[in-house]
């Protein structure tokens, strides 16, 4: 990158057309092989799942699921948020995060929760930046990867803006 030269991220969402795009970034970042369900979740949860683009190249995504709880209030469940190893430490993680966490507040949902591998410090912490906290842990929650245990990682969103 030439020095002054301006570099875009934009968000898309993820459509039957560009579905390729999220399985091909899932098997690059991820060592589970998601199933259809996912897919059908992510594409269900609106503009809850999105693809990231640094200058028209796809190289990260969110996708979510949105679920009903107990009284019929909505939480949001973030399924995946990666961003491929060369273009980590752009913003683009960030940007992903924050539109999923913006959406939230527009939208009045006050929970939003995720699980990561136990031994994932790179994610716990930069999760923990947006005020996520670890509220608890779930033995053997993972099948085919060591180690099998995860952090469920919560955040609940205060709707009073002043």
Do not use: W
């Not at 039957?16 to 991820?30: E, V």
């Not at 594409?43 to 969110?62: M, Q």
């Not at 019929?72 to 948020?81: D, E, P, S």
């Amino acid at each position: 990158m030439g020095a002054g030269r301006e570099v875009s991220i934009s968000l898309d969402n993820v459509r039957d057309k560009n579905m390729m795009q999220l399985r091909k970034i899932n098997t690059a970042l991820f060592p589970i092989r998601y199933k259809d369900k996912y897919y059908s979740d992510a594409l269900a949860s609106g503009d809850f799942t999105k693809l990231a683009y640094y200058s028209d190249i796809c190289v990260g995504s969110v996708a979510c699921r949105l679920e009903k709880k107990e009284g019929g209030a909505v939480c949001i469940y973030i399924m995946t948020l990666g961003v491929l190893a060369p273009y980590r430490g752009l913003g683009i993680g960030t940007k992903l995060l924050n539109h999923v966490l913006d959406l939230c507040t527009k939208q009045n949902i006050k929970d939003i929760y995720l699980h990561v591998q136990t031994s994932n410090e790179d994610a716990i912490n930069f999760y923990k930046k947006f005020g996520f906290e670890v509220t608890g842990t779930i033995q053997n929650y993972y099948t085919n990867i060591t180690p099998p245990d995860c952090y469920v990682l919560t955040k609940f969103i205060s709707q009073t803006k002043k």
